[in-house]
C-alpha cells in the first residue's frame, strides 16, 4: 500500500545542516495501522509529514497506491493529497466554521455537489458520534470531541490512508483512549490504512499491528508492535519498554512473585 | 450661532460621508489585493513569489512615506484623468483611495498572518488550492481581527478626508478651513469638530459591534 524507498530530508539551520531523515524504507500493507515511535526530535514528524509532502524530501521515492508521490505536482499532488487524510496534535480545526462547515471543508474543495455534500457530512459525523454537535463552533467543544471533528474531517473525502500526527498526545488518558478506540473502529469498517507517529507506549499497544522505531533519523527496528514489548532490539525501544519493565520489577516486588502488569 | 450653520454642515456631512464611503471601497479593494499578496507570497506561503512579495512591500513603505497633503497634488492629474476633474469630492476619492490602500494593506496583512500556520497544513493536506486556502481559510478565520483593522482605516481615511478638504476636496474639513479658520466662524470651526468627532466615535462604534458578534458566535460557550 505504502512504499517508501531511501527518504532522506536535511534541515537547513543556522549552524549547518541537520540530518532530519536518513536514508528510510519502510512498507505499510493495505489495511493495517502502522505505529511510528520515537523520542522528540527522532523524525517522526518530518517523516510522516513527507507522505504528503507537507514536507520535502531531499531525495528518495514514496508510493501511496498507484501514485508515486514524490513525482507529483500542482493540481496532480492536490487530487492525490484528497485521498490521504490527516489529523494533527492540535487539531487545526477552522474556528469560523462550525462542525458541519469544518467536515464538508475537504468535500468542498474537491467540488462535490452542495447536496452530496450534506448527506456525506451527516453520515461521517454519524460514524464518529457527532450528530447533535453539527451547529457548533470548534471552541465549544472539548479535545476529545475536536478530535472527532478532525477525524470526521479527514475521512470525508474517502481517503485512502490516514496519517496521525500524534494525534492523542493532546488528551488525557481516558480521551487518549476513546480516540484511539474510534481509530481501531473505523480501521475496521472502513478497510482503512492508518499510519500514526507517537511517543507514547500505550498507543502502540492498544491500536498498532506493525511498528517501526526511529532513531535519529534513522529506522532501527521494524516489526510486528508486540516485537516491540517481547523482543526489543533497538536503544530507543529499551528505553521505552524499560520504563515499563521497572514498574513490573517494583510491583513484582512489592506483591511477592507471579504479580505482574 | 447664524441660521446658515446647518445648510452648512449638512451640506458638508453628505460631501464627507460621501468620500469615505467611496475611498473605503476602493481602498479596501486595493487594500486586501496587497494584504493578500504580503501574506501568499512570502517565504514558505502557498504562493511564494518572494521577489514579488519585496517589491509590494517597498512600493507600499514608498506610498506611505509621502505626506497625504503632498501625495494629493501628486494624484492631481491622475484624478483628473480619472474622473476629469481636480475638484471637489469626487476628484478626492482617488487620492484618498490610493493614498490609504498601502496602510489598509499592512493591517490586513498583519490580521491575515495571525492565523495560525496548523490550519492553513491542514488545509494543505486536504488538498485545498492556493485559492482556496485564501478564500476558505485565511480570510474567514482572520475575519474578526480584520474588522477591527478595517475600522481603523476607515478613521484613517475620514482623517485624510478632512485634509483634502484643506485643498479643494470639499466635506466638513474644508468647512472648518474655510468658513471657520479663515472667515472667522467659531461657532462653525466647533460645531465642524463636533460632527467629526461624533463621526469617528459611530465608526468606531459599529466596527466594535460588529467584530465583538463574530467573535460571540465562535467563541462564546453554550
Known amino acids: 500500500m505504502i512504499v517508501v524507498e531511501q527518504l532522506t530530508k536535511t534541515y537547513q539551520t543556522t549552524k549547518g545542516s541537520v540530518l532530519a531523515l536518513d536514508r528510510i524504507d519502510l512498507q505499510v500493507r493495505k489495511g493495517e495501522i502502522f505505529g511510528v515511535i520515537g523520542f522528540s526530535g527522532a523524525g517522526k514528524s518530518t517523516l510522516i509529514r513527507c507522505l504528503n509532502r507537507l514536507e520535502e524530501p531531499d531525495s528518495g521515492r514514496i508510493r501511496i497506491g498507484g501514485d508515486d508521490i514524490t513525482e507529483l505536482r500542482g493540481r496532480r499532488l492536490r487530487q492525490a493529497r484528497q485521498k490521504i487524510g490527516m489529523i494533527f496534535q492540535h487539531f487545526n480545526l477552522l474556528e469560523g466554521k462550525t462542525v458541519y462547515h469544518n467536515v464538508a471543508f475537504p468535500l468542498a474543495v474537491a467540488g462535490h455537489p452542495r447536496d452530496r455534500i450534506g448527506r456525506r457530512v451527516r453520515e461521517i459525523l454519524d460514524l464518529v458520534g457527532l450528530a447533535d454537535k453539527e451547529g457548533a463552533y470548534p471552541a465549544q467543544l472539548s479535545g476529545g470531541q475536536k478530535q472527532r471533528v478532525g477525524i470526521a474531517r479527514a475521512l470525508a473525502n474517502d481517503p485512502d490512508v490516514l496519517l496521525s500526527d500524534e494525534a492523542t498526545s493532546a488528551l488525557d488518558p481516558q480521551t487518549t483512549y476513546s480516540i484511539l478506540e474510534l481509530l481501531r473502529d473505523i480501521n475496521r469498517k472502513l478497510k482503512l490504512t492508518i499510519v500514526l507517529i507517537t511517543h507514547e507506549l500505550e498507543v502502540l499497544q492498544h491500536i498498532c499491528d506493525s511498528m517501526a522505531v526511529i532513531e535519529n533519523g534513522r529506522i532501527v527496528e521494524t516489526g510486528p508492535a508486540e516485537k516491540l514489548f517481547l523482543n526489543p532490539e533497538s536503544d530507543t525501544a529499551r528505553k521505552f519498554v524499560g520504563v515499563l519493565e521497572q514498574y513490573r520489577a517494583k510491583r513484582g516486588w512489592i506483591e511477592g512473585a507471579g504479580a505482574g502488569i | ?222
Not at chain 2, 1 to 12: G, V
Not at chain 2, 17 to 29: E, G, H, R, T
Not at chain 2, 86 to 96: F, Y
Not at chain 2, 145 to 166: D, F, K, P, S
Open chain 2, 1 to 222: 450661532m447664524r441660521d446658515d450653520l446647518f445648510d452648512l454642515l449638512w451640506e458638508a456631512l453628505r460631501e464627507t460621508l460621501y468620500m469615505i464611503a467611496w475611498s473605503s471601497f476602493f481602498s479596501l479593494l486595493l487594500g486586501l489585493t496587497l494584504g493578500i499578496l504580503l501574506v501568499v507570497t512570502d517565504k514558505g506561503h502557498v504562493l511564494q513569489a518572494v521577489p514579488v512579495q519585496k517589491t509590494i512591500s517597498l512600493l507600499i513603505n514608498g506610498v506611505r512615506s509621502i505626506p497625504f497633503i503632498i501625495l494629493i497634488v501628486i494624484l492631481l492629474p491622475l484624478s483628473r484623468l480619472i474622473v476629469g476633474t481636480s475638484l471637489g469630492p469626487t476628484a478626492a476619492i482617488v487620492a484618498l483611495s490610493i493614498g490609504t490602500a498601502p496602510f489598509l494593506g499592512r493591517i490586513i496583512e498583519n490580521s491575515l498572518k495571525e492565523v495560525s500556520g496548523g490550519k492553513i497544513e491542514a488545509a494543505i493536506a486536504m488538498g485545498a488550492s492556493p485559492l482556496a486556502i485564501i478564500f476558505r481559510v485565511l480570510i474567514p478565520e482572520a475575519l474578526p481581527a480584520l474588522v477591527r483593522g478595517v475600522t481603523i482605516a476607515i478613521i484613517g481615511i475620514t482623517e485624510c478626508t478632512a485634509v483634502a478638504g484643506a485643498i479643494g476636496a470639499g466635506g466638513l474639513g474644508s468647512l472648518a478651513i474655510r468658513f471657520g479658520y479663515q472667515r472667522f466662524r467659531e461657532d462653525i470651526m466647533i460645531a465642524t469638530v463636533l460632527v467629526i468627532v461624533l463621526l469617528v466615535q459611530a465608526i468606531q462604534l459599529t466596527g466594535d459591534f460588529i467584530a465583538k458578534s463574530i467573535h460571540n458566535r465562535r467563541f462564546k460557550i453554550e
